[in-house]
C-alpha cells in the first residue's frame, strides 16, 4: 500500500515539473507562450507605429532559435519603403559598446589587459591632459563608467562625414575633464568605452574597426553591419541604411540627420537586426563548443558577473553590461544617436533575447515598453513599513552625475533636475522632463518603480545613500544622480535676472528710437554722453540676440564641434570689451553734462543691467 502510494505520489510530482519546465521552454521570461509572441508583439507595436514611432525592426530570440522576425513601418516614409529585418541598417547607438567590452574581455584572457591596472600603462606618456585626482583609473573603471569624466557632447558626432577624425584625434578633441574621484560616481561616459576601444587599438596594433570585424563580426558571420561605417567598402550597408527621423506631433515625423563619429566605438556601429541577433546567440552559447568569441570557457562567465554595485539590493553593472531587475536577472544596453533609438537584452538564465532597433529619435515605447512586457517584471516582496525609513528624506531636486560641468552647457541640467517627491512614507514620486513614474520602497532606501513613464523602466531601481538624514547621492546602474548643487533661491534670482535683462534689452532699442525721433522734432541738442548709452543699449541687445542664436544651433543640431560655437564665445568676449569701453566713455562724460535726475537714472539702470547681463554669463559660463 505505502509503496503503490508513493509510485503514485512520484509520478504526479513528475508531472508538476515536466509542466514547469515545458513552461520555461516555451514561454518568453514574463510568460508568454512563444506561439502567441507575434500576435503579441504585433498589437503592442501597431499602437504607436505610423503615431509616435517611424519604424522598426525586432528579432526575439529563445534558446539560439529565432521566435520572431519582423519589420514594423517604413525606413523610408516618402517612398513607403517598409523595413526588413534581414537588411535594414540602423545606426546602433551605444550597443556599440558591447562590442568594446567583449573586445577588452578577449585581450584580457589573453593575459594582455589587466581589468585591475592603471590604463595609463597602455596609452601614450600624457596622453590624458584633463586628470583631476592623482588616482589610478582601472580598466574596471571604464567599463563601469566611474572614471570620473564630465559629459561633452562637442565634437561627440557629426551631422556629416567631412569633421571625422581617427580615433586617437577624437578622443584628444573631445577629452573632458575628470570632475569625480575615480571609483566613485557612475557617470555615463561616451569617452571612457572609447578610450578603452583606444587602448584595444594599441595592444592589438590595429585599428579598433578591423580588430572587431577579424574578432567577432567575421566569427559571427555578421556580413551586413559594420564597425565603422565611413568606409568605403560598406557601400552596400550604406545603401541598405534606413532613414532617421523626428516626431514632429502624432502622425507627423520629419527626416533627421546622419550620425558620423570620431569616437565611433561609443556609438558608431551600424547594422541589422539580424546581425545583433547572431551577436546574442554567441553571448548565450548552448554549448561550450559553441563559444566562438573566447577562448576560455570562464571568460563569458566573468564578463557577466557582477563588477559594480553600490547595494547587494540593486541592480549594477556587469563588464560593461547594465544589469535589469527584470522577472530573471537581464543584461541590457540601449543607444540612441540624434536620429535612431535601440534596446539590447538578453536573460541569459533563460537563454532569451530580444533586439528592438528603431529609426526614431528618443524613442522609448517599444524600445523600452515591449522589452519590459516580454523579459517580465519581478514580483516585489512584501516588506514591514515599521523597518523602512520615511520617504520624505528623498525628497529635494537633483542632477544626473553624467552632466557638462565645463561652458555653457552646464545650465541645461538646472532646467531639466530629477525631482523626488514623497507620496506617502513608503512611495515616491519620481518625475524628469515632464515624464513621471511612482517607485515604492523594498529594502532600506532601495526604491523599485511601479508605474509610469518608460522612460524610467532603465532606471526601475533607485538607491539612496543618506548621511545624517540626508540624500549624498542617488545609484542607478546606468548614471547616478547627486544633489543639486545650488540653492533654489539662487537659482530663482537667477532667472530673475536674466528675464529682467532679456526685456530691458529687447525693449531698449524700440524705446530709444523712439526717444530719438521725439528728440529731434521738439529740435533738442544732441549730447554726447547720449550717443554712448544708445550703443550701450545696443551691445546689450546684440548680448542677447547673439544668446538666442547660440540656443537656436543647439536646439537644432548639437551634433556639431565646438569649433562652430567658438566664434559666438569670442563675440561674448567682444561685446564685454565694447561694453567697458562704453561705461568708461559714459563715465567721463557723466560730470561734462548737464543731465536731469531722470536722465542719470535711465543711464545708471543701463549700466547696471548689462553689468548684470555679464554677471549672469560668466557665471554660466558663456565665455568658455
Given at each position: 500500500m505505502n509503496k503503490s502510494f508513493a509510485i503514485l505520489l512520484i509520478l504526479a510530482l513528475s508531472l508538476f515539473f515536466t509542466k514547469t519546465i515545458y513552461a520555461n521552454e516555451f514561454t518568453t521570461p514574463s510568460g508568454i507562450p512563444l506561439s502567441d509572441v507575434e500576435r503579441f508583439v504585433d498589437d503592442y507595436v501597431n499602437e504607436y507605429i505610423g503615431e509616435t514611432t517611424a519604424g522598426a525592426s525586432i528579432v526575439i530570440l529563445k534558446d539560439n532559435k529565432v521566435v520572431l522576425s519582423k519589420g514594423y513601418g517604413y525606413g523610408d516614409i516618402e517612398n513607403q519603403i517598409k523595413i526588413n529585418t534581414n537588411n535594414a541598417v540602423f545606426e546602433w547607438g551605444s550597443i556599440s559598446k558591447l562590442f568594446v567590452w567583449v573586445s577588452v574581455m578577449q585581450l584580457v584572457e589573453q593575459g594582455k589587459i589587466d581589468l585591475d591596472e592603471d590604463i595609463r600603462i597602455y596609452l601614450p606618456q600624457g596622453f590624458l591632459t584633463k586628470l583631476t585626482y592623482d588616482v589610478p583609473i582601472t580598466m574596471l573603471d571604464l567599463m563601469n563608467h566611474t572614471a570620473g569624466f564630465e559629459e561633452n557632447i562637442f565634437d561627440l558626432g557629426y551631422a556629416t562625414e567631412y569633421p571625422v577624425k581617427s580615433l586617437e584625434e577624437g578622443l584628444k578633441i573631445a577629452e573632458p575633464r575628470q570632475i569625480y574621484r575615480p571609483g566613485k560616481v557612475v557617470a555615463y561616459s561616451n569617452y571612457s568605452t572609447s578610450l578603452a576601444a583606444y587602448i584595444v587599438q594599441l595592444i592589438s596594433e590595429k585599428d579598433f574597426n578591423e580588430y572587431a570585424e577579424e574578432h567577432i563580426f567575421q566569427k559571427l558571420g555578421i556580413l551586413d553591419s559594420t564597425a565603422y561605417l565611413p568606409l568605403a567598402r560598406n557601400e552596400q550597408i550604406t545603401k541598405n541604411k534606413v532613414n532617421g527621423y523626428e516626431l514632429i506631433e502624432e502622425g507627423k515625423f520629419k527626416p533627421s540627420i546622419p550620425f558620423y563619429m570620431s569616437m565611433y566605438p561609443s556609438g558608431g556601429l551600424n547594422g541589422t537586426s539580424q546581425d545583433l541577433a547572431k551577436f546574442a546567440m554567441a553571448l548565450m552559447p548552448s554549448s561550450d563548443n559553441e563559444n566562438v568569441l573566447f577562448k576560455d570557457e570562464n571568460t563569458l562567465g566573468t564578463m557577466f558577473s557582477q563588477s559594480y554595485a553600490i547595494n547587494e539590493n540593486v541592480p549594477g553593472i556587469a563588464h560593461g553590461f547594465w544589469e535589469y531587475d527584470g522577472k530573471f536577472k537581464g543584461l541590457t544596453h540601449g543607444g540612441n544617436t540624434v536620429s535612431f533609438s535601440s534596446n539590447f537584452h538578453i536573460v541569459p538564465e533563460e537563454n532569451f533575447a530580444v533586439i528592438i532597433l528603431t529609426n526614431q529619435a528618443s524613442e522609448l515605447d517599444i524600445s523600452y515598453g515591449l522589452t519590459k512586457e516580454l523579459v517580465g517584471e519581478k514580483e516585489i516582496d512584501e516588506v514591514k513599513l515599521a523597518d523602512l525609513p520615511n520617504s520624505q528624506e528623498t525628497e529635494g531636486k537633483y542632477l544626473s552625475a553624467r552632466r557638462i560641468k565645463s561652458g555653457f552647457l552646464n545650465l541645461y541640467y538646472y532646467l531639466l533636475p530629477l525631482t523626488?517627491?514623497?507620496?506617502?512614507?513608503?512611495?515616491?514620486?519620481?518625475?524628469?522632463?515632464?515624464?513621471?513614474?511612482?517607485?515604492?520602497?523594498?529594502?532600506?532606501?532601495?526604491?523599485?518603480?511601479?508605474?509610469?513613464?518608460?522612460?524610467?523602466?532603465?532606471?526601475?531601481?533607485?538607491?539612496?545613500?543618506?548621511?545624517?538624514?540626508?540624500?549624498?547621492?542617488?545609484?542607478?546602474?546606468?548614471?547616478?544622480?547627486?544633489?543639486?548643487?545650488?540653492?533654489?533661491?539662487?537659482?530663482?534670482?537667477?532667472?530673475?535676472?536674466?528675464?529682467?535683462?532679456?526685456?530691458?534689452?529687447?525693449?531698449?532699442?524700440?524705446?530709444?528710437?523712439?526717444?530719438?525721433?521725439?528728440?529731434?522734432?521738439?529740435?533738442?541738442?544732441?549730447?554726447?554722453?547720449?550717443?554712448?548709452?544708445?550703443?550701450?543699449n545696443i551691445v546689450g541687445t546684440a548680448f542677447i540676440a547673439n544668446f538666442f542664436i547660440l540656443v537656436v544651433r543647439m536646439l537644432n543640431n548639437n551634433a556639431r564641434s565646438y569649433s562652430e560655437v567658438f566664434p559666438q564665445i569670442v563675440i561674448n568676449y567682444i561685446l564685454t570689451i565694447t561694453s567697458a569701453v562704453f561705461i568708461v566713455f559714459i563715465l567721463l562724460n557723466w560730470k561734462k553734462e548737464t543731465l536731469m535726475k531722470f536722465q542719470r537714472a535711465i543711464y545708471l539702470l543701463s549700466i547696471v543691467t548689462i553689468v548684470i547681463l555679464i554677471f549672469l554669463l560668466i557665471i554660466w559660463q558663456f565665455y568658455s
Open positions: 523626488v517627491k514623497s507620496i506617502n512614507e513608503n512611495e515616491i514620486e519620481v518625475s524628469l522632463a515632464g515624464m513621471k513614474a511612482n517607485y515604492v520602497q523594498t529594502y532600506p532606501n532601495v526604491y523599485k518603480m511601479t508605474t509610469g513613464s518608460n522612460m524610467f523602466i532603465l532606471t526601475n531601481v533607485l538607491y539612496f545613500s543618506m548621511k545624517d538624514g540626508e540624500v549624498k547621492q542617488i545609484s542607478t546602474s546606468i548614471s547616478d544622480y547627486l544633489p543639486i548643487d545650488k540653492s533654489t533661491f539662487w537659482l530663482t534670482i537667477s532667472a530673475v535676472l536674466f528675464i529682467y535683462c532679456l526685456i530691458y534689452f529687447i525693449a531698449s532699442p524700440f524705446v530709444l528710437i523712439v526717444i530719438s525721433i521725439l528728440n529731434r522734432r521738439r529740435k533738442k541738442t544732441f549730447v554726447k554722453i547720449k550717443k554712448w548709452v544708445y550703443l550701450l
